[in-house]
């Protein structure tokens, strides 16, 4: 088991930016892709962001394209993903997920990987 960790979530106001960051209690997160969900009242789960093993290549969805980074500090043992021009449509449940790829760098469809951790969430809501 992988035990992450989200935390830097929170309430915000529309136009807004907040920095979520996802560690595993002091394990190495070399190994694995990671990946960003989200989950709002009544919808399902999404992806939101993704990041390869190195950190070379990066996806989006198309919603939050130009306003939300993701990235990743290896020696840390910690990825990011900084949230700017937050939007109410934003609001939702974020989730941290890691995907065991041990070498290979890219970033795999999560529902082929045969090893795919999971933290609790950290809340995030905007304001109108």
């Known amino acids: 088991q992988l035990p992450l960790v989200e935390s830097g979530g929170g309430l915000v106001q529309a136009g807004g930016s907040l920095r979520l960051t996802c560690t595993a209690s002091?394990?190495?997160?070399?190994?694995?892709?990671i990946g960003w969900f989200r989950q709002a009242p009544g919808k399902e789960r999404e992806g939101v962001s993704f990041?390869?093993?190195?950190?070379?290549?990066?996806n989006y969805t198309d919603a939050v394209k130009g306003r939300f980074t993701i990235s990743r500090e290896n020696a840390k043992k910690a990825a990011y993903l900084q949230m700017n021009d937050l939007k109410p449509e934003d609001t939702a449940v974020y989730y941290c997920?890691?995907?065991?790829?041990?070498?290979?760098?890219?970033?795999?469809?999560?529902?082929?990987?045969?090893?795919?951790?999971w933290g609790r969430g950290t809340q995030v809501t905007v304001s109108s």
């Open positions: 990041i390869s093993t190195s950190g070379a290549n990066t």
């Open positions: 002091g394990y190495t997160l070399d190994y694995y892709a």
């Open positions: 997920s890691a995907a065991l790829l041990w070498t290979r760098d890219y970033i795999p469809n999560w529902d082929e990987v045969k090893n795919v951790y």
